[in-house]
């Protein structure tokens, strides 16, 4: 038989109130628990994920630059995989600054890559995203065609949601080898370093 | 409306349950006095309520919050609850000209759920300044006479640290210290080169076992709140205590209003706002010890107006509210290119830092008076939002080589915060604001706030030392400090530090302080001030450890004036 999670809850409440003043558990107990609380949220978890805030097509082109910005490589997923984009959705579904900055610059975007190419960002081709991502990726271009600006600006922006989405996700923490948030008994300090 | 009388008169009846509160309410509870303790927020649960463990990716914001709109530090969702900058309802007012910041914490335990547990204890030198130096005031009580209460307070909370001999951070009662980080290994190379003190941090988290409460284990998250207690928190420490003697009535959600004085001129009663129902209630006590926070403190007795005191209560000398003080604030960093080689490794260690740099130059004349302490860390962190922020504007781009580039500098990065002390002066202080209420009808505080040139000179040391200990170190020194910004040399604005004190001072004289060296008010009694108000001067060390040393220090005199039949 498999002990439920209200199991130890129950438990956990009965020690801190029957047993110590201090309200101390048992640190295997708490460890179990929080095991348990995210394995049950990730069973739960939607396939299926519905926008909160862009449409259909917007954030089609969201989870597109996402994937360019930290793309899938041989060494790790990419911000489509560790949920970038839905991180980026909830939070600008509820920040109007957001809703401005990311909705216009995605139409920023499409209105600039018609002017250009004849199409939105999504229908242009590979060379020609990377034409005008090359444009926008720097702001020092801004120095040479001022008419970039907002698109920099955006593109900045974006950048940081989509770093932050990455690298607070499952995948983006192992990628870059975050070792702990677990029991340690001893504190082993620093290993041994060539030139520390 | 109604007001309701409850019948009891306790003994004692404290407002505020954090480090002065709780500590109160233990020593006066073992020493046989019934005690009201009155807390504004809620009960606190830890299991239910700590988000110890959690990862960014169990919280759907990822820790950011609703909107986005919370980095990491104080604000974030990982923190123990009920702690924040603003608070819904209650507002406080920064005067024209001022930027002022206020941290309040309701919640059982208050701040000390939050704060950085770093606890240090102030020098003999930090309690007489004006004899030396000829600036501010000095205490009207010495070192010798708070030594055996850090004594006391150290032995029940459990601190760790080394014993160092140095004349500006004298040694306590410590555990063993935890082992260094790569972070600290390097910085501590780099200090030592250019001769400045770097040694084991002071800390209230516990690296044996104590008094029925494990050691740390490791998970460097004290600001979430501690499940297992194995840091200091007031609610976890002092309360569970107070509450085992049976003499203890802890009563939540309760606003303190006014302290209601009788004919003689002593306070008989606190009238509170019980939150749940928006009635206003009273209790009943002969001493009353208020510790709702420095500020808050000095908002009570402003707010607490009569006949018999037309300017507040224990205000004849017109000093609640002034001589409000903060720390000096200062921060830099650097990324260092030696921690890029450093393998994936569990870095955690304590919720804080593992060293620090006390102040070190005590020996020599500095272009400012007085002195500051460095904080430190880094390293390769549990990750959060905001953390590549930096990189990602620095690097610009796209792509796999972006994404590498994150992996390269993880971790790489170190920051210094320094903590000086600041001189009180004229400009720095808290009022009634004379139209604003809060949503339970009680007047809120506006306050002034302008720094001095002392502490402006004390922020410009701190960034030459910081570029220097990250060129020692083979960093490169990043910071946005500059002289000519509203922040000259990134001073942070008055609040920020939280380390607010000074509105309801003690002193040898009535006619310039409020209370005396027991933190009793000169002019009622039955009152006590024993949070940070009652400080005479902010040294550099941070505030808890002294709060809870002199409320233990009050706590015993007022034990001994019970016993006398004076209370």
Same mark, same amino acid.
């Given at each position: ?17 029957? &047993? ?66 839905? +991180? ?57 065609? @001022? ?40 504190? @082993? ?8 | ?76 969702? +990982? ?227 009569? #006949? ?9 000398? &017109? ?20 921690? =890029? ?70 971790? #790489? ?17 808290? =009022? ?50 500059? @002289? ?18 000074? #509105? ?64």
């Amino acid at each position: 038989m498999t002990i439920s999670r209200r199991d130890i809850l129950k438990s956990l409440t009965l020690t801190a109130v029957t &047993g110590s003043v201090l309200q101390v558990i048992p640190l295997q107990a708490a460890e179990y628990a929080h095991r348990m609380v995210s394995a049950e949220k990730a069973a739960a978890e939607d396939q299926a994920y519905a926008p909160k805030f862009f449409s259909a097509h917007a954030y089609k082109t969201l989870q597109v630059l996402c994937q360019t910005i930290i793309p899938s490589d041989a060494d790790a997923k990419g911000a489509i995989e560790a949920g970038a984009p839905e +991180f980026i959705d909830l939070i600008t579904s509820e920040n109007v600054d957001y809703q401005v900055a990311l909705g216009g610059g995605l139409m920023w975007l499409d209105n600039t890559c018609i002017d250009g190419y004849g199409k939105p960002y999504l229908d242009c081709t590979a060379a020609q995203q990377k034409e005008i991502l090359d444009l926008i990726a720097y702001r020092r271009n801004a120095k040479l065609d @001022p008419s970039l600006g907002q698109g920099i600006d955006f593109f900045a922006l974006l950048r940081k949601f989509t770093a932050d989405g990455y690298f607070t996700s499952e995948i983006g923490i192992e990628y870059l080898g975050y070792i702990g948030n677990t029991f340690v008994k001893d504190f @082993p300090g620093c290993p041994p370093v060539p030139g520390l | 409306m109604q007001v309701r009388r409850t019948p009891k008169t306790y003994d004692v009846c404290i407002i505020g349950s954090g480090a002065a509160g709780g500590t109160a309410a233990k020593v006066l509870t073992e020493g046989g006095l019934s005690v009201a303790l009155l807390e504004a927020g809620p009960p606190l649960v830890p299991e239910r309520d700590y988000k110890e463990h959690v990862w960014p990716y169990d919280l759907p914001h990822r820790g950011a919050g609703v909107g986005g709109r919370a980095t990491r530090g104080l604000d974030d969702e +990982f923190l123990a609850p009920n702690g924040a900058w603003e608070i819904e309802g209650e507002p406080y007012i920064s005067a024209p000209g001022s930027r002022f910041r206020w941290f309040r914490s309701r919640i059982v335990g208050g701040r000390t759920n939050h704060w950085g547990r770093i606890a240090l204890r102030m020098a003999p030198v930090d309690f007489k300044v004006r004899s030396h130096d000829g600036m501010g005031d000095d205490w009207p009580i010495s070192y010798e006479d708070v030594a055996p209460y850090y004594d006391k307070v150290e032995s029940y909370i459990g601190v760790f640290g080394t014993k160092e001999n140095i004349p500006s951070a004298p040694d306590g009662i410590f555990q063993p210290p935890p082992k260094p980080r790569c972070t600290e290994t390097i910085i501590k190379k780099a200090c030592d080169k250019l001769s400045i003190l770097c040694v084991p941090s002071r800390l209230a988290i516990l690296t044996q076992p104590h008094n029925g409460r494990p050691a740390c284990h490791y998970c460097a998250q004290c600001g979430r709140g501690c499940i297992t207690a194995s840091n200091f928190s007031s609610s976890q420490v002092m309360i569970p205590p107070a509450e085992k003697t049976g003499r203890l009535t802890l009563v939540t959600g309760a606003m303190a209003r006014e302290l209601v004085v009788n004919k003689a001129g002593k306070v008989e009663a606190v009238s509170y706002i019980d939150k749940a129902s928006r009635e206003e209630r009273r209790i009943h006590a002969r001493a009353f010890i208020v510790a709702a926070s420095s500020c808050e403190s000095a908002r009570l007795l402003l707010n607490s107006k009569s #006949t018999l005191f037309p300017d507040g209560l224990a205000n004849s000398s &017109g000093v609640v509210g002034r001589n409000l003080m903060d720390s000096v604030g200062s921060n830099a960093g650097g990324f260092f290119p030696a921690l =890029e080689k450093v393998a994936a490794h569990n870095h955690d260690g304590v919720g804080g830092m593992h060293m620090y740099l006390p102040w070190w130059k005590f020996d020599r004349k500095n272009e400012f008076l007085r002195g500051y302490h460095t904080e430190f860390g880094g390293g390769r962190g549990m990750p959060g939002v905001g953390d590549f922020h930096h990189l990602s504007d620095e690097f610009e781009g796209y792509g796999s080589a972006l994404k590498q580039e994150c992996k390269k500098k993880y971790g #790489t990065y170190i920051g210094f915060s320094g903590r000086g002390e600041m001189i009180p002066n004229e400009n720095c202080y808290c =009022e009634i604001d004379p139209s604003a209420v809060d949503q339970w009808g009680i007047p809120v505080l506006r306050f002034h706030w302008k720094w001095g040139d002392n502490e402006i000179k004390m922020a410009k040391d701190m960034q030459e030392t910081y570029r220097e200990i990250v060129e020692a170190g083979g960093g490169t020194f990043i910071s946005r400090a500059r @002289p000519d910004r509203p922040n000259p040399y990134g001073i942070a604005d008055g609040g920020v530090i939280i380390h607010e004190v000074g #509105t309801v001072r003690m002193g040898a004289h009535p006619a310039t302080s409020a209370l005396n060296q027991y933190c009793q008010a000169h002019d009622v009694k039955n009152l006590f001030v024993t949070d940070g108000a009652c400080f005479v001067t902010n040294a550099d060390k941070n505030p808890t450890l002294t709060i809870m040393a002199l409320t233990w220090r009050a706590s015993d005199y007022l034990l001994d004036q019970a016993k006398k039949g004076n209370l």
